[in-house]
């Protein structure tokens, strides 16, 4: 039972019987396996050939799995595809079948995504849990996202903390194993902080969270620029901000990690205090420029982007290295731009006051290769149970995705 848990694990998401695979893996009746798994994973364009060396022997055995990877490689761990698209596994323990079955569906999967007609995308649709009402571990977050058909999950600091590290490099395996990648996640300083002690401490949390990012192959973090102060005018706030930023991404640089800003668009956030602040891609660009730092960039958010009243050439004059993450949403109906609120939202390509197609297909003609979160702020949503609330984000995302596609 264990190892058919393992399994069931690992090939969660196709479209498999698991009534039909339970009989088959109580027997071990590797052709029918074949055979099933053929159709299911791959249909009929694709068949397997398998040859067993091992003995016949069903102990699972990591010195066999091991000598598998170094001898074949790969990321099928020994198998490999023909010309003619035929799947071709030899030299594999059963247990290895089924691990390597399981990567080739992923792979088929984000072929099937990424590869067809024109689609040439490289960024990943991403589940961050918090941004839609969701709650739940970073192993929960890991399962919904293959069920659902996300792409990349958010390095929750928290949850890594408290793994020990070898559970975290079993983790971080088994994203692998699945297809995905990380997301990106918020940093814990105060990018805004007028005071010099508790900024100071900040960037102590900074480094050790840093290092367990670094730890765990979590290459994006991000903050987002308040687009107003009540008492510091623009140049000074900009001063400050341009120090707390180039200190920040120092640490983060240390620890091969990239640092994304957000500036925030909307009008009625950036006069909501005395002292108006960056809101805008350009400016945003120039404080990045001032802060000398390389590994400063942007994090791109359709709703600000459509709230600056910015175009597809805005985005154009970026490279990929420019942005570091995205988010993705659309704007109620029957509300000009300037009256929009921040905090009430859509989800993408449900109400289509927001062109995201045109956000996308910039970001596809300049390589980028981050990930890509729904941010809907959207109350109904986050009402729902985390079932249905992913699924109609999962949904909403691939209508989206499909637009480019």
């Known amino acids: 039972m264990e190892r058919l848990t ?22 071990f009746d590797l052709d029918a396996i074949r055979d099933r798994l053929t159709g299911a994973l791959f249909g009929d364009a694709y068949s397997f050939e398998m040859v067993f060396v091992d003995g016949g022997s069903t102990e699972d055995s990591p010195e066999l799995l091991e000598r598998s ?34 990567a080739a569906a992923i792979t088929a999967r984000a072929a099937g995504a990424k590869g067809s007609g024109k689609t040439k995308r490289k960024f990943t649709m991403a589940l961050i849990g918090s941004a839609i009402g969701v709650k739940g571990s970073i192993r929960q977050q890991l399962e919904w996202a293959t069920k659902y058909g996300f792409e990349s999950i958010e390095p929750s600091l928290g949850d890594l903390r408290r793994m020990p590290t070898t559970a975290v490099y079993e983790f971080t395996a088994e994203m692998k194993e699945r297809g995905l990648q990380w997301a990106v996640t918020g940093v814990p300083v105060n990018i805004r902080e007028q005071s010099e002690d508790a900024f100071t401490a900040q960037l102590k949390g900074l480094e ?44 983060l640089n240390t620890h091969g990690l990239r640092f994304g800003l957000e500036y925030l668009a909307s009008k009625l956030l950036w006069t909501l205090q005395r002292h108006p602040f960056v809101h805008t ?51 109620p109906t029957g509300i000009a731009i300037d009256d929009q609120v921040d905090s009430i939202r859509a989800l993408p390509a449900t109400t289509g006051v927001i062109d995201v197609k045109t956000f996308l297909n910039a970001l596809i003609q300049i390589g980028y290769d981050g990930s890509i979160m729904a941010e809907p702020f959207d109350n109904a949503l986050n009402a729902l ?13 691939k209508k989206t995705f499909a637009l480019v596609e």
């Open 208 to 251: 050790a969270a840093a290092k367990v990012w670094q730890s765990a192959g979590a290459t994006r973090v991000k903050s987002a620029i308040m687009s107003f102060h009540q008492d510091l005018n623009y140049l000074d706030n900009f001063r400050l901000h341009t120090d707390r930023i180039r200190r920040a991404a120092e640490v």
């Open 385 to 397: 149970g985390n079932e249905e609330a992913l699924q109609r984000t999962a949904e909403a995302m």
């Open 69 to 102: 990877h170094r001898r074949y490689g790969g990321a099928l761990g020994g198998a490999g595809i023909t010309e003619a698209g035929r799947l071709q596994m030899k030299h594999l323990t059963r247990r290895g079948f089924m691990a390597s079955a399981a």
């Open 281 to 331: 891609m350009a400016e945003t660009r120039e404080l990045i420029e001032r802060t000398g730092a390389d590994n400063v960039g942007l994090v791109l958010d359709s709703w600000h982007w459509y709230c600056s009243r910015e175009t597809e050439a805005d985005i154009l004059a970026l490279s990929n290295k420019d942005v570091i993450s995205c988010d993705l949403n659309d704007a």
């Open 6 to 27: 393992w399994i069931y694990q690992r090939i969660s998401a196709a479209t498999v019987d698991k009534a039909t695979l339970t009989k088959l893996f109580s027997t």
